[in-house]
């Protein structure tokens, strides 16, 4: 290895980098660049994922015993509240798009920067005053609604800082729509000649997709939180049944938001495992405009899928039926995509890197959290395993076997792009398997406990759950190693990591032509795209690594 | 002319012409979003007129339609006035822009006075949702929260066009901010959505069910 280092070094020229372009405390905080601002988000974004995880590690350790034995019931509630607020609205909502959004979009496209640049700095400043007042209102406090703030319990019932909790949430939507204005105005506007919307990447795409998503529903959100706020705080009855309120609305005002937010969550992790099968498999992405048809679908018909969240809330059975059936629907565009995904591998020329084997590893872990959702979307199932562990360990293979490992496989992929280094790559692939093998021994069981009637947010539960429970914690323990792995050896690899050139992985698209790390306007010349996109076939296998 | 379109350009752009057309597509795009927002509360109004018709009828009767009417004619006089600020500001008539953003702004301060005066007397009639409510059914409570919610938010949302108004135009007057800028026509677009608010909220607070 060090031999190739030194080989390779009277090779790389010293040049001008957005990392280089000042290096004062001030030059970052006051920056305009998209990749520094998505530098940012990482950093802000890496501290809330692990105070979430910190809070569900001391949960799942309390539930190795079905009584109390670590915390109180109220320190319980407030534990998992603080999870599911934080790693939904401060980790998993911003996640890839803030970060490798931010960075590739612009990239991807041949643009200098995102259309707003300094809306984009703001929309970091606004995310962090946002998950500062949230943090201190779960920490100082706490807040045992859940991260769902049903009411007559949020409004009436709960103990805690409620209000401060949902004016946190609140202003985080600022952030979550000022980006999404910046990414879908960048799209249509700073595409560079000859990039056509059928030469896109299908990661801009994505990023595309859930742009619109963010901005159309967070505002929904934003009122259902303004109405809790006025309803407790003003007394205002809306919701309040007492007064003839309708809780069910409050209901259907935050699914609207959070079903959609569902995918906000995974559409940018579909777009990222396009780009790595597409490299790694070097074949073109089968069904290209399928892929973007099956997006927009997904982003569309998302919209109008809510109510399987209402299944057994006293909506009435019309509404039950529509409801199941559109949701049968909006698992279509997400069952082609996975047929493309496999048949893109098919009779490619595969090579497994630690970013494919997460890719992988979402596809599957996709796969089964996409068809245990078919469960629950059927009526009769649903009101048998509603509130129970199956729908827990459901969202969360969607959403951290899904989106959590396209975050890694993104990060592996296009980390010598961002920082210019390669990291180890046989550690790397070690922590992606250990990631599967921990994410499944932590998530299989709670179907099965879920399925016998282990309900979700119980601290103290009947003996007999207590094997799966103790498997699944133990299971966390491993993800949790797992998760803290790429810290180590990616900041060993800022030092040691060998260069890597503009294109280590011979891959096509727009980001991988400009140096590593890219300068800070980005290309010296605004590139002309005369391609299409992933023309993976008639590569020549050269590029500056053979 | 050309000098004051150098000015203007931003990165990451070339082009003003083009840069223009993505500052208004940006606030269009914003504009979607802010539908989406109100479009909660009128789910809201609904969905309870509808689980309440009753309720509703008895409540509207007691919003002050003389209040709502006059601020309905100030904010459509204010469109009319803007309109002419967006017409004519990129046609370099300086008079019109800065007389009529001024009288833009004075409407938008002279609504909220009435809008104060009419809160005074609904709180002085004690038409505030909790105990001791003067209304029966009870239900009317709920027509009395949309009713500050709804009011309140847009009268908010009316307070930051005023102060953008005001803005541009003592940027305008100290020729710091050029004519043909695109922020004169995004203010504008602001501006007008927030009248089309009203234009929903007029009807469905004051008029609806009034007279049946």
Known sequence: ????????????????????????????????????????????????????????????????????????????????????????????????PTTFGNFLLPLMIGAKDVAFPRLNLISWYIFVAAGAVTLYALISGGVNTGWTFYTPLSTFFANGNVILAAAGVFISGFSSIATGINFIATTHMLRAPGMHWTRLPLFVWAIYATSLV?????????????????????????????????????????????????????????????????????????????????????????????????????????????????????????????????????????????????????????????????????????????????????????????????FFAALHFWWPKITGRMYPDAWARFGAMTTFLGFMVTFLPQFVMGYEGMPRRYHVYPAQFQPYHVISTAGAMILAVAYLLPLFYLTWSLRYGKSAGRNPWHATGLEWTTESPPPKENFEHTPIVTEDPYFYEYEQHGGDEA | MSETSSALLREPWTDVTRQKEADSFGFWIFIASEVMFFGGLFLAYAVNHYLHPH??????????????????????????????????????????????????????????????????????????????????????????????????????????????????????????????????????????????????????????????
């Open chain 1, 1 to 96: 290895m060090t031999d190739i280092t030194l080989d390779r070094l009277p090779h790389v020229e010293p040049h001008a980098t957005y990392l280089t372009e000042g290096h004062t405390l001030a030059s970052w905080l006051l920056t305009t660049d998209h990749k520094r601002i998505a530098i940012l988000y990482a950093l802000t974004i890496t501290g809330f994922f692990f105070i979430g995880g910190l809070a569900i590690s001391v949960v799942r350790l309390e539930l190795l015993t079905p009584h109390a034995s670590l915390v109180t019931d109220e320190e319980y509630n407030r534990l998992f509240t603080l999870h599911g607020i934080i790693m939904v609205w401060f980790f998993l909502v911003p996640s890839i």
């Open chain 1, 214 to 406: 963010m901005v159309l529903a967070t505002p929904v959100l934003a009122m259902s939180l303004l109405l809790i706020v006025a309803e407790r705080w003003l007394g205002i009855p809306i919701f309040d049944p007492t007064t003839g309120g309708d809780p069910l609305l409050f209901q259907h005002m935050f699914w609207f938001y959070s079903h959609p937010a569902v995918y906000i969550m995974i559409l940018p992790a579909m777009g990222v495992a396009s780009e790595v099968l597409a490299c790694f498999a070097r074949r073109r992405v089968f069904g290209y405009t399928a892929m973007i048809f099956s997006l927009m679908a997904i982003a569309v018909i998302g919209f109008v899928v809510w109510g399987h969240h209402m299944f057994v809330a006293g909506q009435s059975p019309y509404a039950n039926l529509i409801f199941s059936f559109l949701s049968f629907i909006v698992a279509v565009p997400s069952a082609i995509k996975v047929f493309n995904w496999t048949a893109t591998l098919y009779k490619g020329s595969i090579t497994l890197k630690a970013p494919l084997l997460y890719i992988m590893s979402f596809i599957g872990l996709f796969t089964i959290g996409g068809l245990t959702g078919l469960f629950l979307a059927s009526v009769p199932v649903d009101i048998h395993v509603h509130a129970t562990y199956f729908v827990v360990a459901h969202f969360h293979f969607i959403m951290v076997g899904g989106t959590v490992s396209a």
């Open chain 2, 55 to 212: 309720a509703f009828k008895v409540a509207v009767q007691h919003t002050d339609i003389t209040y709502g009417t006059i601020n309905t004619a100030l904010l459509m006089t204010s469109s009319f006035f803007m309109t002419a600020v967006v017409r004519g500001a990129p046609a370099q008539m300086r008079r019109t822009t800065l007389i009529g953003l001024s009288i833009c702004a004075a409407l938008g301060i002279v609504f909220l006075v009435v809008k104060g005066i009419e809160y005074r007397e609904d709180i002085s009639k004690g038409l505030v949702p909790g105990a001791g409510f003067p209304l029966e059914p009870q239900a009317a409570q709920i027509f009395f929260g949309l009713y500050w919610i709804m009011t309140g938010v847009h009268a908010l949302h009316l307070f930051v066009g005023i102060c953008l108004v005001l803005i541009i135009d003592t940027l305008v007057a100290r020729r710091r901010l050029p004519l043909n800028s695109p922020t004169i026509e995004v203010v504008g677009l602001y501006w007008h959505f927030v009248d089309i608010i009203w234009m929903i909220l007029y009807p469905l607070l004051y008029l609806l069910g009034r007279w049946s």
